[in-house]
């Protein structure tokens, strides 16, 4: 189909931008890369009045490493974080969510902080950036404000960003020590929306003992959840077989999932924990390697 | 430039299809691709409810939007008496429903405008008053006393469509209870969809002047629509013209009538002006024509040593709102009566009911001879489910009962005469394939481990070729079919065929079996096909049944061009009929082979140096109507591994051996085999149009009707044997169909295997992977 008839601004700037969100207000959305939003208007689900174009405003456009983290800016497409040969190796879990975003089409075009503003709690980055401990700035008619990830999404397809605000970046705490990360996602298809995502990251101190451990669920509740006794039961210890089997039931418990065409709740709830144990074995692996070249 | 494919005697050599020259470069034209001066866009407005009574339609605002032409509901309809149509089963269909909805997704109402966009605006605009009505999902409930009764436009106060039964009933129950061993089981096969890549539409194209028709349109029979048209429409025949231009898939989807077909065409009589409907993809899913949807039970007996002694099945149908099927005529269950497979059953009974409920009508023939699919996936689940009660190896259960191959012809208890296959051989071709022993040994030493591992085999047999005309006919018209061959006098030769491909290769099989007939080379024929006006009269590409009857058609009008051409020939070669001789490519005299004339000599003397008093020209047209059906085989085996902390299913290895007997093209064969695999992969693991308890269609899109693509898709390893048809010309029998209707079984054959030890028999398909975990968690079965 084709969507509703539509207005089509493209501002020059951010300033250009936040004035057309205040003045149409709910009527307008925000068009970053299009990969939610051009499907949903093409099946008339959404049917925006104005879209705003924010692909020329060039302050958007980036990343950076400042101080203790890194700054991603709102226009970097999720296929940049797959690639990059800087980012990668430091920020494994970026890479390895951007790569099982869809397809290499949706990654060419599609965006972090337009996944992120969009809430679909199936959404790859949501889950990620929980386990990362990100944030996001956003800009609005009454100027700057950083945003906690763990504050960030309401309810499904509902952020607390105001009609007026974009996200302008996404901010990742620069890692210390060793870092590993996994990914995993249960799909029926490539480029389906997960039926269970799982998004780990630990960093571990010089004994050895997690110092930061992260974990992110995808699919299985109204938002991107946190694990979060899972995260506090790693921190200080070693990764043995025993302690990641523990920790992948505390995240199974964490999780809210909804029986659908995907599966039970009850199934998607146990494959929360099928993959933390995989992950964290996969996590444990990695580290055991970094380890062994750098020493 | 075009490929140059100039090799001699072109018959079974892998020659690259002569379409693809276009077709890769986006160069096809499809129905799409047409625009014509003056054109309008159709859109429909479709109904939310499964089933509702329409209080009001108020169509003021639609018509008022700036652009819009015209608004049709079916009340306008009626008036032209086209709120119904025929459906291809004998049933009917409403256009645009008047009185009420029976499916959501119902076409309702239909707006015409000067863009696509603003008539899908306008069909928006389009106010209706619904009044809600109790919905049958179910069919079994749909038969249930108390349900409410979803047609009241039919005399017959019930949901029952038909009832259709085959074979002795009395026999086979008796034969059951005398049996050593009886399995029963339920098999469901669910509601598909064909969701070919470009969905269907049509451009109306009514020319007042001169009162004239042509119909640009995605059909794959475009001789049939025109006949159907001008029975419904009351246009006369001649003035109309059917295109069927390039076609992105068809699959059986493109073989009925749509409502937006016959919108459109009275959009153009009313308007005079060209008028195109294209279906968007959830239209496409949701209202023209599904697959399958059939509840089976089988009784399946046998002796101790696995000689199966009687087969019984029951059958309900789901239908949906109408019976919108395309069987021929006299098949209102399509040729279900393979049942019996590629077994000798000494006794069998078969019976189906059709029943509506409130979904989408059909079912067509999803790359399947009329519910052949069901029929094979039936046999070869139950076959594996007597193999397990049995403790015998399903490969050696299928050799202990296969029809022999010095049986045929072959008369099954069913009634079917199998014209030739030989099915041992081509089974342990498919295990040698895979050393299938080898494979055993390896699934005994993982489930010692606690690995899941299974092998599925299937063993299908198909009928195809529709068909004798003692036997077969849709709306009356003998199922025969054509092909014209006209040779130019430089010797190239274009010839056209009743049939439309959608993909299959006409373009280069039939050039090949042309090509070889006449002594020329595939570069040497042009094949057309989907236009009425040039075309002789074909009933269209389906249920693998162009290579059996056009095929035959091409060959046989081939060989009375060539019978004309010896003639031709002796009086080049100055020797008389009799004394001339045809080595395959060449004529000689009799005796001198270095006197020879070429095709091409003989062609321009056809139009420059004739024997006195021969009529000039080198044409011929055949009708074929084939003796008999084909049956083409094949031995299917699947390997698969299971997850057993999320239940997903890896096809390690997948071997198909098909017998289509005579092979054309054998690349042109694979490509076939490889996407109906791909099909049968995602029809047993993948799909299925499901509805809510309201009737709410679950898939009704691509995010949830789900297509594989290259990551999913398993490795094909494909093989073959040779059993030709005895009665076709060149002894092929049609393939396009075998991988999709041989394959779901042999996944989940494969998967049941897997857990044979676990005591499972049955998991419904589609094998998602949530299922696959209920199974092993009820059987304590955890990662």
Known sequence: MFPNAFEYVAPASLEEAVQALVRYGDDAKVLAGGQSLLPIMKLRVAAPAVLVDINRI?????????????????????????????????YPLLGETAGSIADPLVRNRGTIAGSLAHADPAADWGAALLALRGAVTVRGSRGDRRIAIDDLFLDVLTTNLEPDEIITGVHVPRPTGHVAAASLKLERKVGDFAVVGVALHVETGASGAIAQAGIGLAAVGPTS??????????????????????????????????????????????????????????????????????? | MALEITEPRPMGKPIKRKEDARLVRGQGHYLDDIKLPGMLYLALTRSPYAHARIKRIDTTRAKALPGVHLVLTGEDLAKLNLSWMPTLAGDKQMVLATGKVLFQYQEVAA???????????????????????????????????GAPVLREDREEASNRIFHWEVGDQAETDAALRN???????????????????????????????????????????????????AMVAGLPEHKIHVISPDIGGGFGNKVPVFPGYVAAIVASLSLNRPVKWVEARTENLTSTNFARDYHMEVQLGADRQGRVTALRVTTLADHGAFDAAADPTKFPAGLFSIVTGSYDFPVAYAEVDGVYTNKAPGGVAYRCSFRVTEASFL?????????????????????????????????????????????????????????????????????ARGELMGIGISTFTEIVGAGP???????????????????????????????????????????????????????????????????????????????????????????????????????????????????????TAAGAPDR??????????????????????????????????????????????????TGAVKVRRFVAVDDCGTVINPMVVDGQIHG????????????????????????????DYLVPTAVETPHWETGRTVTPSPHHPIGAKGVGESPNVGSPAAFANAVVDALGHLGVTNIDIPLFPWKVWEVLRQHGVTE
């Open chain 1, 58 to 90: 060039p302050e958007l456009a980036g990343f950076r490493e400042d101080g203790q983290e890194l700054w991603v800016g709102a226009l970097t497409r999720h296929a940049t974080l797959e690639w990059d040969q800087d980012l990668v190796p430091r």
């Open chain 1, 225 to 295: 959840l946190r694990a979060r006794e899972a995260e506090t039961l790693l921190v200080g210890q070693q990764l043995t077989p025993g302690l990641i089997r523990e920790a992948a039931d505390l995240a199974a418990k964490a999780a809210d999932p909804a029986s659908d065409q995907r599966g039970s709740a009850d199934y998607k709830r146990d494959i929360v924990r099928v993959f933390v144990e995989r992950g964290l074995g996969a996590v444990r692996d990695r580290l055991t390697g970094i380890r062994a070249e750098s020493a």
């Open chain 2, 111 to 145: 707006v015409v405008a000067e863009s696509r966009a603003l008539a899908e605006d306008g069909a928006q605009l389009v106010e209706v008053e619904y009044e809600p009505l109790p919905v049958v999902v179910d069919p079994f409930r749909a038969l249930e006393p």
């Open chain 2, 179 to 229: 049996s050593a061993v009886v399995v029963k089981e339920r098999i469901r096969m669910p509601r598909v969809h064909p969701a070919p890549l470009e969905p269907c539409g049509c451009i109306a194209d009514y020319n007042a002047a001169r009162a004239h028709l042509t119909w640009y349109v995605t059909s794959q029979a475009p001789h049939a629509h025109r006949t159907v048209l």
């Open chain 2, 379 to 447: 046999i070869e689940r139950a076959m594996n489910t007597l193999a397990l009660k049995l403790q015998l190896d399903p490969a050696e259960l299928r050799f202990r009962n296969f029809i022999p191959s010095e049986r045929f012809p072959y008369r099954s208890p069913l009634g079917w005469t199998y014209d030739s296959g030989n099915y041992a051989a081509t089974l342990q071709k498919a295990l040698d394939m895979l050393d299938y022993p080898a494979l055993r040994r390896e699934q005994a030493e993982r489930r």
């Open chain 2, 469 to 587: 005309s003692n036997t077969f006919d849709i709306l009356g018209i003998k199922m025969f079919d054509s092909c014209e061959i006209r040779v130019h006098p430089t010797g190239k030769v274009i010839a056209r065929l009743g049939t439309r491909h959608q993909g299959q290769g006409h373009e280069t099989t039939f050039a090949q079996v042309i090509a070889e007939e006449l002594g020329l080379t595939t570069d040497d024929v042009i094949v057309e096909e989907g236009d009425t006006d040039t075309a002789p009269y074909g009933l269209g590409t389906y249920a693998s049944r162009s290579t059996p009857t056009a095929g035959g058609a091409a060959a046989l009008a081939a060989r009375r061009v060539r019978d004309k051409a010896r003639k031709i020939a002796a009086h080049l070669l100055e020797v008389r009929d009799t004394e001339v001789e045809w080595d395959g490519e060449r004529f």
């Open chain 2, 596 to 645: 020879a004339v070429g095709m091409s000599e003989v062609a321009l003397a056809a139009y420059t140096n004739l024997p006195a008093g021969m009529e000039p020209g080198l044409e011929a047209t055949y009708y074929y109507d084939p003796p008999n059906l084909t049956f083409p085989n094949g031995a299917y085996v699947a390997v698969v591994d299971i997850d057993k902390g």
């Open chain 2, 676 to 703: 109906g695999l791909t099909e049968g992969f995602a029809i047993a693991f993948m799909q299925e149009i499901a509805f809510d308890e309201e009737g709410n269609c679950l898939a009704p899109n691509f995010m």
